[in-house]
């Protein structure tokens, strides 16, 4: 709704006009009157009188009356004029200092930039604030907390609507060039709305922090102590991985767990300095120091327990592939007795996956994933076993998926993200082979943007890898300030100078 400040405006400039116009003519029309006042005055006579024969010498006295009766009517009349043209002239420049003091309208490149930058500040905003909870639920009960849980759940719903808007507007929808422009305003509103309710709940949550700091320390400590043992386990099942599917599967559990440890050496280094900040009381150090051992020991912890969840699952689709295989055979065979078109390429896929199981190591999530797609147009292909070898094959890929861009949220853009968010939405639906599809591409324009940012350089304290993990914010030259709970106007408070 306009406010009605906003509508009056228009019609009080468009009275003054009005008023000022008015003005003007009613200067012309007295000007005018003046002027025939002496004809009218002159006129007279001659109609009233009779004539004069000495008519000579009364005409110097008639012109020299004509002319100072002229005199003030011309005054008037150029008054008015003068007016009136002040008042054009004065209005024109009103009117040019409005239009150069409204903003140009945006291009659409330019608004497109915005709105990847909104998706990506705002889904950083989200992933931080959600790393930061569980050591806070440490210390809070639940009643304090809960406020602060639901701004994470509002601020993740904002941002889901978001992502749909754009990966609509991706798509082509809608076509109209306004309509897409106001989709696109939609996201960036959706986005800043998600960081409005995380920067309103930041304040109250430093507050609360401030006065727990030497138990989150002891808090941090603890977790880090146990994720250390946890992520010695993690190399020895990235090599178990690797001997039994092959050092295509077990190279990408193995960077997991090196990743994870490169975390914790940096987590090491942020915890003995924020204990030595608090022995020495000072309190902003510490708290600037703890806050980033926690979001790396958060990442750590993400890592782990990714290294476990696909050991776990890659031996449940081992066990899958040779009833999965059976069934696919099913399919294909009453397919083709019910006259229905069996997919190109579907016999030899089957054959291939056959021809792995006995050939040595091999990736069974990917032998799955080949045969459900290879079937996904066939009507018993989301039954039984298949529907079960999809929906695992799915869940797979978009948590692996959502763990890279997770722990590399430094270097990925909205693109990745939004297809992330899409398949998550389409495995709801449920659509899992699509969703399995979705989620792969994703990871691929993840890694993508990684290798386009540049993969930093290994260092002792693991100062790199948290830049790229967005444990840092990467603001200046040692790694910037820690991400904090918030949106994109409090999650970088946190910096030296700001207590």
Not at 347 to 354: E, I, M, S
Request: glycine share 10%; net charge neutral.
């Amino acid at each position: 709704m306009t406010s009605s400040l906003v509508r009056g405006r228009p019609r009080h400039a468009k009275a003054h006009i009005r008023v000022r116009v008015a003005h003007a003519l009613l200067g012309v029309v007295a000007g005018a009157g003046w002027l025939a006042i002496p004809v009218l005055a002159a006129q007279e006579p001659a109609t009233a009188s009779p004539p004069h024969t000495t008519a000579a010498p009364a005409a110097p006295r008639d012109d020299e009356s004509s002319a100072v009766d002229l005199i003030l009517p011309v005054a008037v009349l150029g008054t008015a004029g003068v007016v009136a043209a002040y008042s054009y002239v004065r209005r024109g420049r009103r009117t040019s200092g409005a239009v150069s003091a409204a903003p140009a309208a945006s291009t659409p490149a330019e608004s497109d930039r915005r709105a990847r930058a909104a998706l990506v500040a705002a889904d950083d905003s989200v992933r931080a604030s959600e790393e930061e909870l569980p050591f806070v639920a440490a210390l809070l009960d639940e009643r304090t907390l809960a406020p602060f849980r639901q701004a994470v759940h509002t601020a993740r719903t904002e941002l889901s609507a978001a992502f749909a808007l754009w990966h609509r507007y991706e798509e082509g929808e809608p076509r109209d060039p306004g309509d897409r422009r106001q989709a696109l305003a939609g996201v960036v509103g959706r986005c800043a709305e998600a960081g409005r309710v995380l920067d309103a709940r930041s304040g109250e949550l430093d507050r609360l922090r401030r006065t727990e700091t030497g138990p989150a320390l002891a808090v941090a400590e603890g977790a880090f102590r146990r994720l250390t043992a946890r992520a010695a386990g993690a190399r020895a099942t990235a090599a178990e991985v690797r001997e039994r599917y092959g050092p295509s599967v077990g190279a990408r559990v193995a960077g997991c767990a090196e990743e994870a440890m490169d975390r914790l050496v940096f987590a090491t280094a942020r915890l003995n300095e924020a204990r030595r900040a608090a022995d020495s009381g000072d309190e902003g150090r510490a708290v600037r120091q703890l806050r980033a051992a926690e979001g790396s020991v958060a990442q750590a912890g993400i890592l782990v327990a990714g290294v476990d969840r696909t050991a776990r699952r890659l031996r449940k689709a081992a066990a899958l592939v040779p009833a999965a295989l059976t069934g696919a055979e099913a399919v294909l065979a009453e397919a083709r007795a019910t006259g229905t078109p069996v997919p190109s390429g579907a016999d030899d896929t089957l054959a291939a996956v056959r021809t792995e199981l006995t050939a040595g190591p091999y990736d069974p999530l990917d032998a799955l994933r080949r045969i459900t797609r290879a079937l996904v147009r066939l009507p018993g292909a989301r039954s039984g076993v298949l529907d079960t070898a999809a929906d695992l094959v799915a869940r797979a890929a978009v948590g692996e998926t959502e763990d890279f861009v997770a722990v590399h949220r430094g270097a990925v853009g909205a693109d990745p993200r939004s297809l992330l968010a899409t398949a998550v939405r389409t495995l709801a639906a449920p659509h899992p082979v699509e969703a399995a599809v979705l989620a792969r591409r994703a990871l691929e324009l993840a890694d993508r943007d990684i290798r386009t940012h540049g993969i930093p350089e290994s260092d002792t304290g693991g100062t790199a890898g948290a830049v790229l993990g967005g444990v840092l914010l990467g603001e200046e030259p040692d790694g910037g300030p820690p991400a904090a709970f918030g949106g994109p106007e409090t999650r970088g408070r946190l910096r030296p100078g700001a207590d």
